[in-house]
């Protein structure tokens, strides 16, 4: 592809979260959105005339689709890794919703097939690189709280088998509070922190069972698999302490609580689920925050896709990378293996911390031109 073309892109899963993704990735001038596949037919058909999209049809017509270099692989966990591998073995280009892989040593292989094939593999979340927690990357960088020394952050909520219709797979290994919301907030801490090398974890399940609240079958009992409250304690590489509770227990709802505290102040981080939010800052002594409008893009899921895509052709390091991803994923399995056996967990994998996005960094302008 020549060097200013836009970045050809397939979408690999046309359900639910592709909605919120082709709206955006279709909206973006760096990239040409070029076919929609499914396992299911008629939903890639659907999709792709709903946004637009020239093509559609199966996985492997996606992937071999000649003028497409990044593949946006919306599968469901189950089906990444092997989605990515078929990618990946025809010189494609990946983005992954998360899970990255079902484990780390799944990560870890694709990781190393991409590496060998010479391509690129970014993965969610990319709510990183949206406005609020980008500004607040910026201020931490420019000495806003002195050097930032601890974290506590919190997510507490009753359980999403009060919405959701078919809440099973939450309550299973592989989600639970840690891995499912989880990947949220250490992904956050890691681009804060940098890697980190040790925690500590307690967990317990509240009921053993659960009824679902929504749906056709509301008022059916399931059994719960996983712990359903989660507290840790993480070390960092740079000398960085977090101490994080992630709970499906708590009749209290309380999302997106990530203070980080400073020699000189703490700064109250947006919600690490969210694009946007503000930013507060409360020195020593002070009688209230100080609230600090967000500046930065607020587009939604698609700016980690996009920021690869134009690092790809700028020959620079994308930022939600898979080594990040691969990274939080190791650091979910440490804390799974603490709290089932009472220890302290190492935590091995690492990754480059990526930089912040320039303040002027926007989704709609059309960069390769
Ligand atoms: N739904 C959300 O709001 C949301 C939010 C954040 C992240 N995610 C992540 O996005 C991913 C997709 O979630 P979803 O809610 O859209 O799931 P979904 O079940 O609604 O859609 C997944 C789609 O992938 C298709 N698929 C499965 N295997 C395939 C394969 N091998 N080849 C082609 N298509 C295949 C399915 O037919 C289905 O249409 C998951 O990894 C999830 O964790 C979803």
């Not at 189950?78 to 998360?98: D, F, M, S, Y």
């Not at 979340?125 to 927690?133: I, K, R, S």
């Not at 990947?183 to 069972?209: E, H």
Request: aromatic share 6%; net charge neutral.
């Amino acid at each position: 592809m020549a060097a200013g073309e836009p970045v050809g892109v397939a979408v690999v899963g046309c359900g639910t979260v592709s909605d919120t993704y082709l709206s955006n990735l279709t909206s973006f001038p760096d990239l040409r959105v070029l076919f929609c596949a499914d396992l299911d037919l008629e939903r890639a058909k659907a999709q792709a005339a709903r946004y637009g999209v020239p093509g559609a049809g199966r996985t492997d017509q996606a992937i071999e689709h000649p003028d497409v270099e990044l593949v946006v692989n919306l599968t469901v966990p189950a089906a990444h890794a092997e989605v990515t591998r078929q990618a990946v073995a025809l010189g494609k280009n990946v983005w992954i919703e998360k899970p990255l892989a079902l484990d780390t040593e799944a990560g870890r292989d694709l990781l190393a097939a991409a590496a060998r094939a010479g391509v690129r593999i970014g993965c969610a979340p990319d709510t990183v690189l949206g406005a609020g927690l980008q500004t607040a990357r910026r201020l931490i960088a420019g000495g806003a709280i002195g050097e930032p020394q601890t974290a506590l952050a919190l997510m507490q909520d009753p359980g999403p088998e009060r919405w959701h219709p078919a809440p099973e797979f939450l309550f299973q290994r592989g989600a639970g509070p840690l891995f499912d919301i989880g990947p949220y907030y250490l992904t956050v801490l890691a681009s804060l922190f940098g890697p980190a090398t040790a925690v500590a974890a307690l967990g317990r399940r509240g009921r053993r069972s659960r009824v679902i609240g929504r749906g056709p079958r509301a008022g059916a009992s399931f059994h719960v698999a996983v712990p359903t409250y989660v507290a840790s304690l993480l070390s960092y590489a740079g000398g960085g302490a977090a101490t994080v509770l992630l709970s499906f227990d708590s009749p209290l709802r309380r999302h997106g609580f990530v203070e980080i505290t400073g020699t000189e102040a703490t700064l109250a981080m947006p919600d690490p689920n969210r694009f946007d939010g503000e930013v507060r800052i409360r020195r020593a002594g002070d009688g209230e925050w100080t609230v600090i409008p967000a500046a930065g893009a607020t587009a939604g899921r698609g700016l980690g896709a996009l920021d690869l895509a134009r690092a790809l052709r700028a020959g620079a390091p994308h930022r939600a990378s898979g080594e990040l991803a691969l990274h939080v994923l190791d650091t979910m399995e440490a804390i799974a293996r603490s709290l089932a056996g009472g220890t302290f967990e190492p935590v091995h994998t690492t990754f480059p911390v990526p930089d912040v996005l320039p303040a002027g960094w926007d989704p709609r302008a059309r960069t390769l031109a």
